[in-house]
T-cell receptor, first 114, second 110 residues
Framework: EAGVAQSPRYKIIEKRQSVAFWCNPI?????LYWYQQILGQGPKLLIQFQNNGVVDDSQLPKDRFSAERLKGVDSTLKIQPAKLEDSAVYLC????????????FGPGTRLTVL | QKEVEQNSGPLSVPEGAIASLNCTYSDRGSQSFFWYRQYSGKSPELIMF????GDKEDGRFTAQLNKASQYVSLLIRDSQPSDSATYLCAGNFGNEKLTFGTGTRLTIIP
């Protein structure tokens, strides 16, 4: 079974630029999550989709972050404009139905904002 | 705000000994807990989950949950150098999302 795919693996941008991350979950998984993990901290949920609907986006900085999952499969997360404090690893995860099911994480995208 | 607290460590344990990792939480409505292992530069991977009070064993790993005292722990028996990693505790508080602790860095000393 293929795991969660993410791209790119690494990205370096300057502040105020925009960036987009892509995630393809495990086939058949209804729920998709985007987490932000700052060095030395645990993952923080940014947004959770179930199929193509948003379950929780309470911690998503909506003035600069956006995410979509148009066909209920893959998803993109965008930051525009980026700030220095956005430097982090962005993890995508998926689970079969809900967050009580095991979440499987992708390899992450390491973003550095200069 | 639902919180999951972990001692960030580092926790150093001799090879072959028992490593004990602890996590406390602030919400009595908590239903389930997950322990993830994260190697440096890698993504988290699930070790165990626990829903009920008591112990749950899986190989060298034992998860313990005490809802009255609001703590959950992970014991690693016969610790190996390959167990050196950061261990993340996460709770599902019935609101359809996981809240992660900051993680405890474990080092197994050969």
């Amino acid at each position: 079974e293929a795991g969660v795919a993410q791209s790119p693996r690494y990205k370096i941008i300057e502040k105020r630029q925009s960036v987009a991350f892509w995630c393809n979950p495990i086939s058949g998984h209804a729920t998709l999550y985007w987490y932000q993990q700052i060095l030395g901290q645990g993952p923080k949920l940014l947004i959770q989709f179930q199929n193509n609907g948003v379950v929780d986006d309470s911690q998503l900085p909506k003035d600069r972050f956006s995410a979509e999952r148009l066909k209920g499969v893959d998803s993109t997360l965008k930051i525009q404009p980026a700030k220095l404090e956005d430097s982090a690893v962005y993890l995508c995860a998926s689970s079969l139905v809900s967050s009580t099911d095991t979440q499987y994480f992708g390899p992450g995208t390491r973003l550095t904002v200069l | 705000q639902k919180e999951v607290e972990q001692n960030s460590g580092p926790l150093s344990v001799p090879e072959g000994a028992i490593a004990s990792l602890n996590c406390t939480y602030s919400d009595r409505g908590s239903q389930s807990f997950f322990w993830y292992r994260q190697y440096s530069g890698k993504s988290p991977e699930l070790i165990m989950f626990i829903y009920s009070n008591g112990d749950k064993e899986d190989g060298r790993f034992t998860a313990q949950l005490n809802k009255a005292s609001q703590y959950v722990s992970l014991l690693i028996r016969d610790s190996q150098p390959s167990d050196s990693a950061t261990y993340l505790c996460a709770g599902n508080f019935g609101n359809e999302k996981l809240t992660f602790g900051t993680g405890t860095r474990l080092t197994i000393i050969p």
